[in-house]
């Protein structure tokens, strides 16, 4: 009940419940290709190892629904979602790695975009 899989499934639970949002699993990393063993890297901001250290894509990413008024009226737009879930009790510490997530969700916020870390909340 403190794992970070346990605080996401609890994310995963009430986002479906939320009516207009939808979330999926972002997974990130580098494989060997089986052909010719070649990294391949996939996730979002994973085109380089550079671009990975630096920013950091989120756990889960999706999008929120929107109506627009009124100059847009009656037309929905997606807002992207984005969540980055820690075990219950994280707290923020400044490595690296939380650095280079944050640099991820101020990127996201800076766009319109709505990013957060989060220990198993969702809103």
Same mark, same amino acid.
């Given at each position: ?35 010719? =063993?070649?990294? !391949?890297?996939?996730? /979002?901001?994973? +085109?380089?190892? @550079?671009?990975?250290? %630096?920013?950091?894509?989120? #756990? ?13 009226? =009656?037309?929905? !737009?997606?807002?992207? /979602?984005?969540? +980055?879930?820690? @075990?219950?009790?994280? %707290?923020?510490?400044?490595? #690296? ?23 198993? +909340?969702?809103?």
């Amino acid at each position: 009940m403190t794992s970070e899989a346990y605080a996401q499934s609890l994310v995963r639970l009430a986002a479906a419940r939320t009516p207009g949002v939808w979330l999926t699993r972002n997974n990130v990393g580098v494989l060997p290709h089986p052909d010719n =063993g070649r990294p !391949v890297r996939f996730g /979002l901001a994973n +085109e380089s190892a @550079a671009q990975n250290a %630096a920013l950091k894509s989120a #756990d889960l990413i999706g999008w929120r629904t929107v109506l627009i008024t009124p100059v847009m009226v =009656g037309q929905r !737009v997606a807002v992207f /979602l984005s969540r +980055e879930v820690k @075990a219950p009790g994280w %707290a923020y510490r400044g490595t #690296d790695r939380e650095r280079a997530q944050a640099a991820w969700r101020d990127l996201v916020r800076a766009a319109g975009g709505d990013a957060e870390f989060t220990t198993g +909340e969702f809103e």
